[in-house]
C-alpha cells in the first residue's frame, strides 16, 4: 500500500475511489467539466471498503490526512481566519484586553461593527471582519496528530470551529468545496499580554477534520469540546455556531476574504477558519503536555482529537547572514 487515498465515509466504513488522490485535483476535474463535487465523486467510487474504526483509532496501516490541503505544493495553501464572529468569544476577548477607562475594548467594538453591518441583503457588501493569518498548508495537522507548542510559545489553547475549504478555479472564481470541523488553536497567553500580540499568537499549527462535508446545514449548528488529561475530562462546554449565531453571513466573510485579487490566484488553495464560540483559556484553564483536545459538531462526521505537544527546549536565536 502506497501513496494517497480519498474515501467517502458510508457508516462504519470508508468506501475507496478509484484513481483519485485527493479532492483537490478531483475538485479541478469538476470545475473543467462543469459538475458539481458530489456528482464527480459518485463517478470514481470503487468496490473496496475499508473499516473505518481502527483508521480512525490509529490502529491501522491506513493514516488520516487533514480533511483538506494542497497535495503538491502546501505554499499554496493559505489558511486564515475571522474572529470576533460570535458573541461569547468577543465578550472573552473584551475580557482579556479590557482597560477600565476605555470600557469598550477594540474586540468588542468590532463584534458590535458586525452585528450593525456583518448581515448584508443578498447581492449587498456588509461591513468587513477582524481577519488573520495561521500560515501555509505546513501548519495542517489531521485528526490523532499534536498540535505543537514551540520552545518560543507562552501556551497553546483550542478553538473549537468550523473552516471553510477553498479552491481557486483557472478562470480566478473561488469554489467552496465544503466545510469541516477545525481546532484553530492559538497561544491565548501570549494575545492576552497586548492585543497587538494577536498576530503572533495565531502563528501556530492548527487541525482539520476528520472528514470534509458537502453542503452541510449551517445554520444552527451545537457541538461541545472537552479536554482529557489522561481518563479525566477537566473542562468541558457546548458551543454553537453557523450563521444563526454569528454576527456575520457566511456570504460576507467570503466576500471580504476574497475581495483581494492575490487571493484568488488559479489553483491556490484557502482554508478559513470562522470564529470560535467558547475557548478554554477564557474560563482559566491551561492545558499541559500531552493534554488531548477533543471537538465534535453534529453534522460534521467523527470527533476531532488532538494532543498537546510542548517543545521545551530553550529558545535559539535564529540569525541572518548576509550574502
Not at 473552516?163 to 467552496?176: C, F, L, Q
Not at 497586548?194 to 503572533?200: E, M
Not at 449548528?221 to 479536554?227: F, I, N, S
Amino acid at each position: 500500500m502506497q501513496g494517497r487515498k480519498v474515501a467517502i465515509v458510508q457508516g462504519e466504513r470508508l468506501r475507496l475511489l478509484d484513481g483519485v488522490d485527493s479532492i483537490y485535483r478531483l475538485a479541478l476535474v469538476a470545475i473543467e467539466k462543469a459538475q458539481s463535487l458530489a456528482e464527480a465523486l459518485a463517478t470514481k467510487e470503487s468496490k473496496d471498503l475499508l473499516d473505518y474504526d481502527p483508521i480512525y483509532g490509529g490502529r491501522s496501516e491506513w493514516v488520516l490526512l487533514p480533511a483538506f490541503d494542497h497535495p503538491d505544493e502546501p505554499a499554496r495553501c493559505l489558511v486564515t481566519g475571522t474572529g470576533l464572529t460570535h458573541k461569547a468569544s468577543a465578550e472573552k476577548r473584551q475580557a482579556m484586553h479590557n482597560d477600565k477607562a476605555r470600557p469598550m475594548t477594540d474586540s468588542m467594538r468590532m463584534y458590535q461593527e458586525g452585528l450593525a453591518g456583518g448581515r448584508p441583503a443578498p447581492g449587498q457588501i456588509g461591513v468587513q471582519p477582524e481577519w488573520f493569518y495561521k500560515g501555509n498548508g505546513a501548519i495542517l495537522r489531521a485528526h490523532g496528530e499534536p498540535l505543537e507548542v514551540p520552545c518560543f510559545g507562552m501556551d497553546g489553547g483550542e478553538e473549537a470551529e468550523v473552516a471553510g475549504a477553498y479552491i481557486i478555479g483557472v478562470d480566478g472564481t473561488p469554489r467552496r468545496i465544503g466545510l469541516m470541523l477545525g481546532n484553530e488553536f492559538s497561544d491565548h497567553k501570549m494575545e492576552s499580554r497586548n492585543y497587538l500580540c494577536l498576530a503572533h499568537s495565531k502563528l501556530r499549527t492548527c487541525a482539520l477534520g476528520p472528514e470534509l462535508v458537502l453542503g452541510p446545514e449551517f445554520v444552527d449548528v451545537r457541538g461541545q469540546v472537552r479536554l482529557l488529561r489522561g481518563t479525566k475530562i477537566i473542562w468541558s462546554e457546548s458551543f454553537s455556531t453557523g450563521e444563526q449565531n454569528m454576527s456575520h453571513t457566511l456570504a460576507n466573510l467570503e466576500h471580504h476574504h476574497f475581495k483581494y485579487r492575490e487571493h484568488r490566484r488559479p489553483g491556490d488553495v484557502h482554508i478559513h477558519f470562522f470564529g470560535a464560540d467558547v475557548f478554554s483559556f477564557g474560563s482559566g484553564v491551561g492545558l499541559l503536555d500531552g493534554d488531548v483536545m477533543e471537538l465534535e459538531l453534529t453534522g460534521f462526521g467523527r470527533a476531532l482529537r488532538n494532543p498537546l505537544r510542548a517543545d521545551t527546549t530553550a529558545p535559539q536565536r535564529i540569525a541572518v547572514r548576509p550574502l
